[in-house]
């Protein structure tokens, strides 16, 4: 598998309060993004990047911001989390080639 | 806007049954149409169809991308309770600047019942 990891796995935070998830590659690729998954609308695009400090919105962006200063870390920050914003977040590296994308295993968000 | 539709939402077969699983797409731009299966975690890839690579087989599974009606197909065949999942189509286009992103479908929820 290629080396993509998602921190934390599980967060159950308050409605308001800001939240940040982590996404580290040992691969070097260039593409990360971010995606969250929720019953009946399967993965939906928040936000990509396409190198260091170069992002761009992707279908769902609103309340969330993206950052990706080094190679290796994409982070999701949920400025002020609402209930709307539970779900199950997945980062994604591109490995071109006969491949496809390349998930990480996820991280379970609950907003209380 | 970029759009991947699959049908049917869920299927339940018996084990040895064959099944279809369907997708299309409108996309801007299109550069390749991937299926992934998704059982409790992550999303794992199964097959990548480009305009160069219109079909491709691996065991009991094969896919065929039909560029001119805008659809892919899955298929299984002999169908085991370890192939119940979630099946996904994403369609990867070309946006600005050369770079690229996935559309999803909503997946497919399959189950094989012994």
């Known amino acids: 598998d290629a080396g993509i990891t998602q921190s934390p796995r599980h967060k159950v935070t308050e409605t308001g309060t800001p939240v940040t998830l982590r996404c580290h590659q040992t691969e070097n690729h260039r593409y990360m993004y971010w995606y969250r998954q929720d019953p009946g609308h399967g993965l939906r695009l928040i936000h990509y990047s396409y190198g260091v400090k170069d992002t761009d919105k992707g279908e769902v962006s609103d309340g969330y911001s993206v950052s990706r200063s080094k190679t290796e870390d994409f982070l999701l920050t949920l400025e002020s989390a609402t209930s709307s914003q539970t779900s199950v977040y997945f980062c994604a590296i591109t490995q071109y080639g006969p491949y496809g994308y390349t998930f990480g295993s996820g991280t379970r968000l609950t907003v209380v | 806007e970029d759009k991947v539709v699959q049908s049917p939402l869920s299927l339940v077969v018996h084990e040895g049954d064959t099944v279809t699983l369907n997708c299309s797409y409108e996309?801007?731009?299109?550069?390749?149409l991937l299926w992934y299966k998704q059982e409790k975690k992550a999303p794992t890839f199964l097959f990548m169809l480009t305009s160069s690579g219109i079909e491709k087989k691996s065991g009991r599974l094969s896919s065929i991308l039909d560029k001119k009606e805008l659809s892919s197909i899955l298929n299984i065949t002999a169908t085991q309770t370890g192939d119940s999942a979630i099946y996904l189509c994403?369609?990867?286009?070309?946006?600005?600047?050369?770079?690229?992103?996935?559309?999803f479908g909503k997946g497919i929820t399959l189950s094989v019942r012994p």
């Open positions: 994403a369609v990867e286009a070309i946006s600005t600047g050369a770079n690229s992103k996935l559309t």
């Open positions: 996309v801007t731009n299109f550069r390749s």
